[in-house]
């Protein structure tokens, strides 16, 4: 039941992104600034926080730069690298509901209200730091889960690893690790 509703998930997510139409080599919302970033990484090997941001944005800046390395730097490439991080971040609350014990139909429903939530799928749709956040933080909460649910000392460091990584994303992720 678990593989069919993450597979059901996948296949929706892919629906909506073909409906969207995501393509086109232009910035949404503020996320010319993030881009920037992921510029300096590509043209001159470092990373570089644009003085216009807020977020640290540093994993997010390495993970736009893989996407962009076939063909090249585009806001295209960069919002593919969000939707993907979007389609984990809807997937992780499925498992995170199914750790907790929800049933696969509680468990596909709240999975189902991220994917379909507006903002969240608006915003799965740009390279602004909001989904990639949420994406991490969920893994590195499903991880801290795993790790007291099962005395596992690897899951629990994993986790909080992730919550570090959260953290260099939007400082709100100093919160996880509090």
């Known amino acids: 039941t678990d593989i069919i509703n993450i597979l059901f998930i996948v296949a929706l997510w892919f629906l909506m992104i073909i409906l969207v139409n995501p393509p086109g080599d232009f910035p949404l919302n503020d996320d010319w600034?993030?881009?920037l970033s992921v510029k300096?990484?590509?043209?001159k090997g470092d990373f570089r926080l644009p003085a216009y941001s807020s977020a640290n944005l540093l994993p997010q800046a390495?993970?736009?730069a893989l996407f962009c390395l076939p063909f090249g730097f585009s806001f295209t490439a960069l919002r593919f690298s969000t939707l993907t991080l979007g389609l984990i971040?809807?997937?992780i609350t499925y498992a995170i509901l199914r750790q907790v014990k929800a049933t696969p139909?509680?468990?596909l429903l709240g999975a189902l209200l991220i994917a379909f939530n507006p903002i969240y799928f608006g915003m799965s749709n740009t390279f602004m730091t909001d989904v990639?956040?949420?994406a991490v933080t969920f893994l590195s909460f499903y991880f801290?889960?795993?790790?007291l649910k099962h005395d596992s000392n690897f899951q629990i460091v994993f986790g909080?690893?992730?919550s570090y990584i959260a953290l260099l994303i939007r400082q709100y992720g100093i919160i996880i690790t509090l």
């Open 33 to 35: 600034v993030y881009g």
């Open 40 to 43: 300096s990484i590509l043209e």
């Open 62 to 64: 390495f993970w736009g």
């Open 89 to 91: 971040g809807v997937v």
């Open 105 to 107: 139909e509680i468990s």
């Open 132 to 134: 990639p956040f949420f």
């Open 144 to 147: 801290l889960i795993l790790g």
């Open 160 to 162: 909080i690893f992730l």
